[in-house]
């Protein structure tokens, strides 16, 4: 009888590969039209896009010192996990108040990008530095949710969107993490096992989104 975590892991490759993606879709629609006043005053207002961005990195840097800081105060834990729902809701809209604004630029976005992924590993890193998960699964997480938004990059410059393949996006990411934080709390081997969660997830929706380019490419150039 195969181990355990290998059925997990099929499981969840099934079930990433069939989620209903149109769900999630419509969530986040949903979720844009609910703050759409709030985003419309920050533009009114003259409120810096690029502020906004690095507001949001900051927020990650700091909840990256609160992780390192939790093994010894595991209150420490709630904190963090409200920095990074803060530092996720400032990176949720600051490319709509751009757009609303009218200050939307190339460049905006591909910092917008780039601090998005400082702030992966600068996170991920603090859970392996202070020692909230093991090395392996702390380093398996980081290339995937590096790879999860490199696959997207590298399908968007051959003109095939993977919007909406896989599950392990970095707002769902940070979700999770809060909810694992806020469990760990309570029970500290819970951070382990979220962490080995979403590196199942991100890794599998890296793999999906290389199956999802091919497949794309493939039908392109049968035409």
């Not at 904190?79 to 190339?106: E, N, P, W």
């Not at 393949?165 to 709390?185: P, Q």
Request: charged share 20%; aromatic share 10%.
């Amino acid at each position: 009888m195969p181990p355990a975590r290998h059925i997990t892991a099929v499981l969840l490759f099934v079930w990433a590969k069939r989620r209903p993606a149109l769900v999630l879709t419509r969530g986040r629609a949903f979720y844009y039209r609910l703050i759409a006043g709030f985003v419309e005053r920050l533009s009114k207002r003259g409120i810096s896009p690029s502020g906004l961005s690095l507001l949001g990195f900051l927020l990650s840097l700091l909840a990256a010192a609160l992780f390192l800081v939790a093994p010894g105060r595991r209150w420490c834990l709630f904190l963090a996990a409200a920095a990074m729902l803060a530092s996720g809701f400032i990176d949720s809209i600051d490319g709509a108040v751009a757009r609303t604004s009218g200050k939307a630029s190339q460049f905006g976005a591909f910092m917008d990008s780039v601090t998005d992924r400082y702030s992966d590993v600068v996170i991920t890193c603090s859970f392996i530095v202070a020692g909230l998960c093991s090395v392996p699964s702390g380093l398996v997480l980081l290339a995937g949710s590096l790879l999860v938004s490199y696959t997207r990059a590298r399908g968007e410059s051959l003109r095939v969107d993977t919007e909406g393949v896989g599950f392990a996006e970095r707002s769902e990411r940070l979700i999770v993490l809060c909810v694992v934080s806020v469990s760990a709390y309570f029970y500290p081997p819970l951070f382990e096992y979220g962490v080995i969660l979403l590196a199942a997830l991100t890794n599998i929706t890296a793999i999906l989104r290389i199956m999802h380019v091919h497949d794309e490419l493939r039908r392109r150039e049968s035409k």
